[in-house]
């Protein structure tokens, strides 16, 4: 079945209420290039001193780059002249930093500060490596369980205008997010069960602040498909975009 436009219409209050539009997602950027020189200061100067990671050299070289990049592309469509040759742009500009900027620098704190050297240490390179793997797949079958999930919803039209209203779907979103969570909550479980036979670390709060990190990164993996959705309105919807002036584009629904 082909979606209409009126089947995405909720995921337009965002953008009519003016909290997407280009000049707030610039002033998100801007505050991005901030956050992002400092997540990396605090990835690169505490997480990885004394880390037995395999790979960290290359892994903090490869996000240093994608975070200069990212840092140079933000200036560029933080300002109007960027982002009105290119809304649709800045829209996955702004989805790539606000990932960069709260999900996988966590992530790769969290997996240095788990191989930290110390007294107790049991984890091995290869031992990091496979754990690592694991936390990627899980992170997949959470991104794959909500993006499931959140097509079954506009299939039967819960975000068509009004649809939201009623206690039917509240009921029904509720209970739709019991795979998603679950799959999380095994990864939760599993971390928890790695670090305190693995790691070095007997601190509790190092503990809270490793799993927090992780769960950062699934929860934000949690909320992708639907930036992404936006983001694919946004090239097929005029209705889902501003003009020059500024103002939301209205549309004649299909």
Known sequence: MKLKEEDFEVLRGPIESGRQSPGNLAFVLIIGIFLQALLYALEYFMAADSTIYP??????????????????????????????RSEKMQYLLSIIVTQNMSSIPFLIMSLFLIGKEGEGLIATQDSLLNFTFIILFIGLLVFLATFIRFYILLQKGHYRK???????????????????????????????????????????????????????????????????????CKHRFKSFNFNERGYINKQQLN
């Open 55 to 84: 790979y960290k050299d290359e892994i903090l070289t490869v996000h240093f780059w994608i975070t200069v990049v990212l840092i140079g592309l933000s200036l560029i469509y933080a300002i109007p002249a960027g982002y009105k």
């Open 162 to 232: 009004g649809s939201k209203k009623g206690e039917i779907r509240g009921r029904f979103e509720t209970t739709s997010y019991i795979p998603a969570a679950t799959i999380a909550g095994i990864g939760i479980v599993f971390i928890i069960q790695y670090i305190a036979r693995n790691s070095a670390i007997d601190d509790l709060n190092m503990m809270i602040l490793i799993v927090g990190g992780i769960l950062t990164f699934f929860v934000m993996l949690f909320i992708l498909p639907e930036q992404l959705v936006i983001w694919y």
